[in-house]
C-alpha cells in the first residue's frame, strides 16, 4: 500500500486565494483526520471524519476553513479565502484499528 | 488552552546515553496516550502507546511511563543513537473517541 497521499506537497498561494488540499486515504481506513502543524501550537486536529461524515469539527478555526469527504477513497481541506497565518504545514491521517498513519503533509505559504 | 504540553522545545543527549522526553496533560478524561516521532518533510508516525490502566509500557530501546496522578507521562529511549534525532510528539486521547491531542513537540538531537 501507498500509505497516505496528499497533494500538492508545496503549495504557495496570495492572500485571498482559494486554496484546495486533497487527501487520499489508505484503502478500507474509515476514519480520516486533518491535522496543522505550526511552531507555536504544535499539531492541531482540525476536523475528523468516520465512514465520511464529519464526527468533529471543533478544531476548525473559522469559517474560511471548509472540509469534504465525498467518498471513501478522497478528502479535501479548502480556505478560502486564505490568509498569511494560514501558512502552515498540513497533514492527512487515517486509521481502521489501531493507530492513525499520517500522510507526507502539505506545507502551505500564504503571501 | 494547550491541554498536552511539552515543555522542552529541545533536547540534546549523547550516544548511548539515556533521553527522557516528558509531557503534561490537564484533562483527567484521557485514557490513551501515545508518541509519534517525525522527521523532516515525512508525516509523523507512531512509536509507542500506553493506556490509562498501566503504569509502563515497553518495547525494544523505547519505554513510556505514565503518572496518573501528576498528570505526566515520559518517553524513555535507551540506549539514544543518532538516527533517533528527530522531533517527539506526544499525544493523548479522551476516553470513547478517537481523536488525538498532539504536544508542541520536542526536537531531540543525538550527538555521535
Known amino acids: 500500500d501507498a500509505g497516505v497521499i496528499q497533494s500538492p506537497r508545496h503549495e504557495v498561494t496570495e492572500m485571498g486565494q482559494e486554496v484546495t488540499l486533497r487527501c487520499k486515504p489508505i484503502?478500507?481506513?474509515?476514519?480520516l483526520f486533518w491535522y496543522r502543524q505550526t511552531m507555536m501550537r504544535g499539531l492541531e486536529l482540525l476536523i475528523y471524519f468516520n465512514n465520511n461524515v464529519p464526527i468533529d469539527d471543533s478544531g476548525m478555526p473559522e469559517d474560511r476553513f471548509s472540509a469534504k469527504m465525498p467518498n471513501a477513497s478522497f478528502s479535501t481541506l479548502k480556505i478560502q479565502p486564505s490568509e498569511p497565518r494560514d501558512s502552515a504545514v498540513y497533514f492527512c491521517a487515517t486509521r481502521v484499528r489501531g493507530e492513525q498513519y499520517f500522510g507526507p503533509g502539505t506545507r502551505l505559504t500564504v503571501t | 488552552d494547550q491541554q498536552v504540553k511539552q515543555n522542552s522545545p529541545s533536547l540534546s543527549v549523547q550516544e548511548g546515553r539515556i533521553s527522557i522526553l516528558n509531557c503534561d496533560y490537564t484533562n483527567s478524561m484521557f485514557d490513551y496516550f501515545l508518541w509519534y516521532k517525525k522527521y523532516p518533510a515525512e508525516g509523523p508516525t507512531f512509536l509507542i502507546s500506553?493506556?490509562?490502566?498501566?503504569d509502563k509500557n515497553e518495547d525494544g530501546r523505547f519505554t513510556v511511563f505514565l503518572n496518573k496522578s501528576a498528570k505526566h507521562l515520559s518517553l524513555h529511549i535507551v540506549p539514544s543513537q543518532p538516527g533517533d534525532s528527530a522531533v517527539y510528539f506526544c499525544?493523548?486521547?479522551?476516553?470513547?473517541?478517537?481523536?488525538?491531542?498532539f504536544g508542541t513537540g520536542t526536537r531531540l538531537k543525538v550527538l555521535a
Open positions: 484503502s478500507g481506513h474509515d476514519y
Open positions: 500506553i493506556s490509562s490502566i498501566k
Open positions: 499525544a493523548a486521547s479522551p476516553s470513547g473517541t478517537y481523536k488525538y491531542i
